[in-house]
């Protein structure tokens, strides 16, 4: 567990002689490894020369247990900690206190405002976006395993496709294999689509539509391993696809591939993106192209890099990991998405889904 002890470091050095003020699940659990239910079911403050994770009893002998990098204070009360966590700031000399401003009400702020008088209160977005974004080995592992799961329960779940099946009852089958296998459960609301419906980027599955034979099928999901998740996207067939199909299927493989040959440390986001929106366009199909090419994944299933064409600034660096997700939608027609993960390491990428095939595929 020494990586959390780290963690906490590499952001006092980030930030010298500051002192930090989180409530946030996603926070506390990158810098503590312990999660609770809720934003407000847990405080971490840290200091130049401590970090203390106040918690109540409902969490005590978990967090006590958990915890490697942070002194666990058993509480009773959130809104009576707000006003004594002063005294831990003052006692190891901290004049400045970051708060993240990306997860907090306006309440909550006043709140800790009244709180913290005396000591200067500064409202920071993503403060920790920077450390998040390159992923240490203990991270690249968990993400390595939410898609070895991902895999075996993808796998799994083609075993009972056939015509009849619903959207919702595929997706209901997929998030339990992906529990049976391992995981806390999927990563984010399963997109199991059939038909015409596949031409909706983030469609909802629904009971009443109904698998047919010679059918396309788009199932995007991720598996929550350790509160780390994959996301993956496959498009495949129910009988043998039409011609028009194949052309679609294949421009996009050819899209998710030229970002695997061609992507490198130091490349601009954007220049990520246009690898991929190139091909297609070349195909003739760039206005159906209408998303960005990928994203960061990790303890939320977007987070930093975001690989846009709007991206003006931001370079890949050693340690990024983050989707490949070219994809054709033809309204009313069908669409094809492929996605894949990758991981930027010092020897260039990783297909860590590759276990995933990408040819087309018919079952």
């Not at 930090?20 to 934003?39: M, V, W």
């Not at 091909?279 to 159906?288: A, F, L, P, T, V």
Request: charged content about 30%; some cysteine.
């Amino acid at each position: 567990m020494e990586y959390y002890r780290k963690r906490i470091e590499k952001l006092r050095n980030l930030y010298p002689e500051k002192g930090f003020f989180f409530f946030h699940d996603i926070a506390r659990t990158y810098l503590t490894g312990f999660s609770s239910s809720e934003d407000h079911d847990g405080i971490l403050i840290v200091t130049p020369k401590n970090a203390y994770f106040f918690i109540d009893a409902r969490y005590i002998q978990a967090a006590k247990s958990q915890i490697p990098s942070a002194k666990v204070i058993l509480i009773e009360s959130y809104k009576d900690t707000y006003l004594s966590i002063v005294e831990y700031f003052k006692t190891d000399g901290v004049e400045e206190v970051l708060i993240d401003g990306n997860r907090i009400s306006y309440t909550l702020l006043k709140t800790v405002k009244k709180a913290l008088r005396g000591i200067k209160l500064k409202v920071k977005p993503d403060i920790l976006r920077s450390l998040r974004a390159i992923k240490d080995e203990s991270e690249i592992a968990l993400i390595s395993k939410a898609v070895d799961i991902s895999e075996l329960a993808f796998n799994k779940t083609l075993e009972i496709i056939k015509p009849g099946i619903s959207e919702a009852d595929l997706a209901n089958e997929l998030e339990y294999q992906m529990r049976k296998f391992g995981g806390l459960g999927p990563g984010f609301d399963s997109i199991v689509l059939f038909g015409p419906r596949t031409s909706l980027p983030h469609g909802v599955p629904q009971k009443d539509i109904k698998c047919r034979d010679k059918e396309i099928i788009l199932i995007d999901f991720g598996v929550n391993y350790e509160h780390y998740t994959s996301d993956i996207t496959r498009t495949f067939f129910l009988g043998e696809p039409t011609l028009h199909m194949k052309e679609v299927y294949l421009t996009v493989l050819r899209a998710n591939q030229r970002v695997l040959d061609k992507v490198k440390t130091n490349m601009t986001l954007r220049s990520v993106d246009q690898i991929a929106r190139k091909e297609i366009e070349k195909s003739g199909y760039g206005d159906r192209f209408i998303h960005s090419l990928g994203h960061g994944i990790g303890l939320e299933i977007h987070e930093t890099p975001f690989l846009s064409s709007k991206m003006k600034r931001g370079r890949l660096q050693v340690g990024m990991t983050f989707t490949d997700e070219p994809g054709i939608y033809l309204e009313n027609e069908f669409g094809v998405r492929i996605e894949d993960d990758i991981y930027l390491s010092s020897s260039g990428p990783v297909h860590l889904t590759s276990g995933l095939k990408r040819e087309i595929k018919i079952l």
